[in-house]
């Protein structure tokens, strides 16, 4: 053989083992590639599940541009009708700064936004001054429940002078719009019915409610103040009693007392013949109000409220009903100064805001009932089962709210 045929033979020898030698590492490499391919798969899985459950983690929010997106400050935003404020002006597209000092509201009532890039929690007494760049405040800070606001009256009187004061100051530094949660209370012990916003009340000015009565009634000539000598520009809601999820279980008011008394089997308290009529709005009807105000030119007060009435005894055995209990209907001596009637006139809203409620009763009422059974199961871990407190006390005696 000679010289050349030997080398080529060795080249060739060297050409497949080369071959084979990269066949078998290629072939290792794809292994291990797949190999690695069925961990790293499942994993790739999880993250895309994690990225998922990450952004779904919020409710739905709208995207608005930044001409339309509004800096909108919520003092109370941790409370009952703070809380779904916050909701629907979050899911609108807006940016929310929830200011509250926690005494009844809860950071549960909107844990569901915390981490949101368009949403702030503040805790912050507006007692004090808060500086912040804002459009639209809306000032909703103050117990609003009687065992609340009686609870530390000068502190009730505090928050709502002070506070307001603060929240004013603040609305003509930065020039944002000012809506105030006023009340019905406002209007007393009415000697007219429905009452409308022209009436001026009857309110007793050192009674037993007068710290938030009066409180909101200063806070109201406040915000005039502010707009005729500052030129602030300020709404003001005069709301009548709300029910709906989130309201405290020791609210005292007619409707959590009648449902918490039958989703525990304990018998529901009427005070006298049960004949007095209460009107009762849900929550997301007084929201929906409280944007259009918000929004609309109107600069004097506004009622809002649902003027449906039903009789103390008809709420009893309708929540009775609903709730499916056995309770039985406990009729208490009459109290005095029990108002027969208390009815929002809404004239001035449905004409100038287009508003007015639409949750039927029976729809508001399923869904608190829903949320306190959620709540009591919640709270039977914590051996804590709030009762029912009596009627609302006015001159020492008990009453219906
Ligand atoms: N719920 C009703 O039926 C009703 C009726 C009329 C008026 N309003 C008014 O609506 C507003 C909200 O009422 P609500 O029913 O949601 O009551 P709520 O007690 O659930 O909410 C009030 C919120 O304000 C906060 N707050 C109280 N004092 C504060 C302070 N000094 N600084 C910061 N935060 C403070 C509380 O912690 C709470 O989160 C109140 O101004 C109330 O007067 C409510």
Request: charge should be neutral; aromatic fraction near 8%.
């Amino acid at each position: 053989m000679s010289l050349y045929k030997v080398s080529a033979v060795w080249g060739n020898f060297v050409n497949m083992s080369f071959l084979l030698n990269r066949s078998i590492q290629e072939n290792g490499e794809l292994k291990i590639e797949s190999k690695i391919e069925e961990i790293v798969e499942p994993l790739r899985e999880k993250i895309r599940d994690l990225e998922k459950s990450f952004t779904q983690k919020y409710p739905p929010v709208k995207f608005l541009s930044e001409k339309d997106r509004k800096r909108i400050l919520i003092t109370g935003g941790a409370g009952f009708v703070g809380s779904h404020l916050t909701d629907k002006l979050m899911m609108d597209g807006h940016e929310v700064t929830v200011v509250d000092n926690f005494f009844t509201g809860r950071k549960r009532n909107v844990e569901h936004w915390i981490g949101h890039e368009n949403f702030e929690l503040i805790n912050h007494d507006v007692v004090e001054p808060l500086y912040i760049e804002v459009d639209q405040i809306y000032h909703l800070a103050s117990p609003a429940s009687p065992p609340n606001y009686m609870y530390n009256p000068i502190k009730t009187l505090k928050t709502n002078t002070i506070g307001t004061l603060n929240m004013l100051g603040l609305a003509k530094r930065v020039g944002a719009r000012l809506l105030l949660a006023s009340t019905s209370e406002v209007y007393g012990d009415p000697e007219v019915h429905p009452q409308s916003e022209d009436y001026w009340g009857h309110v007793n000015p050192i009674g037993p409610r007068a710290c938030y009565d009066e409180g909101k009634r200063v806070a109201e000539t406040m915000c005039y103040a502010y707009m005729k000598q500052e030129g602030v520009e300020v709404r003001v809601a005069r709301i009548f009693n709300t029910f709906g999820p989130r309201m405290h279980m020791n609210d005292g008011r007619v409707v959590s007392n009648f449902i918490l008394q039958a989703l525990q089997g304990e018998p529901l308290t009427v005070y006298g013949s049960g004949s007095q009529t209460r009107a009762f709005q849900y929550v997301s009807d007084l929201v929906n109000g409280l944007v259009a105000l918000m929004n609309s030119n109107v600069s004097s007060p506004v009622n809002l409220g649902n003027p449906e009435e039903h009789t103390i005894l008809e709420f009893a055995q309708l929540i009775k009903n609903l709730v499916g209990s056995g309770s039985e209907i406990q009729f208490l001596s009459e109290a005095q100064d029990d108002p027969q009637k208390r009815k929002p006139d809404i004239k001035k809203a449905k004409l100038m805001l287009g508003w007015e409620p639409v949750v039927p009763l029976e729809e508001g009422l399923n869904k608190a009932i829903h949320y306190f059974r959620k709540e009591l199961e919640y709270q039977a871990n914590n051996q804590y089962i709030p009762k029912p407190k009596p009627a609302r006390v006015k001159k020492g005696r008990t009453r219906h709210n």
